[in-house]
């Protein structure tokens, strides 16, 4: 079969059916072999062509000693050129895995990578070019560093890697890519079936009284998931980078694209429980619990109900103090610049003005969504006349409406009615199994400062980095993006200000990655000082708010800082820094 020249393959004939995820021990000096290739995956009743790492989607899981390096052998066999980036590792610069320290691997090609592991807790590898293909297809994999301190984490009767991701089936089939350019710029490429450890029905099993260690890895390109597990007791013990600076009991944990949680659970009775992802206006099913009579033993309840203190993250709160209110050293903006251009509507014709993602609003001039901000988009204004009850109805008078007899108004504002009406009726194919169906509402307040679904489709499929430009801007000097020029030493400790403009063309959260140059603390969120300290990579910025962290900078090399919406990182919202010795 011939592929179009302006997708991606998407035949399954012929290739080799995805495998299981292993999880391979490996000791410090050992070579792992890493081959990225096509495969055949089954995603419910449709068998859909995708890429992994080793055979599997997810790839191997790698369990290292904290303090041991690897030789990674990676071999291209994708579709295009490749690297392999080790997220949220404090490893040497020419081994980050990006364009700026390696060259691409053709496809027939290899390349080494010596990766190290300084740190314990659970990391993350996938690719660094057209993040949004390659990354969306399967390619990604966990890193869980075992701690060189035996009682670093509370006992537990085992541990479970587990990524969550979504992705975007049409007609049987992935949705289309272009190699040519991104799409989805806009808010990110949603996708419509919702995957825990590559599976769109994941069930597990437990024993009554088990303690499960969960590390928990958000891979999506652009959701946020809220994870709950009722009927069992969640412990958050630690995030991105090891362990929390207090542990905490929690009815959920939220992760952005690229962050980690990790979260020890205790099912104390027998019986079935559901993992959920938890919206705002709906809940989904990621996957099913079945507890069994089987009593785990030793017993560790008495364990887990102890809530422990982290002391070095409880010291470094002692020295975070006088930096609360010092002014930042670098302050960054992140800012959306739209233009999807004027419809030709000829001489007659007029404009109105709406918001993607509030059809109601229609305005006859230019300007911004009074709901969320957004840059409203031009569009040509219905001419005519239809009826509100029955707007199918529609005519070139003021007649009345042969099904109801109501007089006939003027067709744009029909379109608004009804564009309101139908923007809280949701089709049914697109509510999963929520269990509860509330009204729809897309307020930042409403939702938390976070865009939880695609609430604009079409416009969003349309754009593209020449109509979305997704801009972090260095407010010193306004520098964007690829302009911006940071110069840090090791041993620095720079306050970054993060401030997510509502005056945007498209205002919405972003989690914001800086890549191996160090690790940061969030210090304060809008002012209020952050309650519980971990080791981060990646921080959420929600709709409108504001993020002090505090940046250890450790490692020397040129290193880069994005948003980890792979759409928005590959419309340009991303820059590089140098540290030096």
Known sequence: MTTPTNQ??????????????????????DRFPLRIGPVAKRIGDATVRMLAYNGSIPGPTLRVAQGSEL??????????EATVHWHGLRLENRFDGTHETQEAIPVGGRYSARVAFPDPGVYWYHPHIREDYNQEMGLYGNVVVVPSDPDYWPPVHRELALTLDDVLIEDGQVAAFSPDETTYSAMGRFGNVLLVAGEPELA??????????????????????????????????????????????????????????VVDVLFETPGKLTLEHRTPDRTYTLAHVTVTENQATPSLTEAFAVLRTDPELSAERERLGPLVDAPADKTLAFVAEMDMGEPDVGADGAL???????????SDDPGRCPSCGMKLIAEAAPTGFACPMHPDVTSETADRCPKCGMKLMPARLVRSEAAGHDHDDAPEADRHDSDEHAAHGHGHEHAGGIEWEDDMVEVNKLTTPANMRWKLVDRSDDAENHAIDWHFRVGDRVKIRLVNEMDSDHPMHHPFHIHGAGRFLILARDGAVEPNLVWSDTVLVRTGETVDIVLEVTNVGRWMAHCHIAEHHESGMMFSFDVTA
């Open 352 to 362: 109105i003005y709406t918001c993607p993602m509030h059809p109601e609003v229609v």
């Open 8 to 29: 991606f393959p998407r035949e399954t004939s012929g290739l080799p059916a995805t495998s299981a995820t292993a999880t391979v021990e490996l000791a410090d000096g």
């Open 204 to 261: 597990l099993t437990a024993q009554a009284g088990e303690v499960v260690r969960l590390y928990l890895t958000n891979t999506a390109n652009t959701r946020v998931f809220k994870v709950a597990l009722p009927g069992a007791r969640m412990k958050l013990v630690g995030g991105d980078s090891g362990r929390c600076e207090r542990e905490q009991f929690v009815e959920d944990v939220v992760l952005a694209p690229s962050e980690r949680v």
């Open 71 to 80: 030789l990674v052998d990676v071999e291209n066999q994708g579709d295009m």
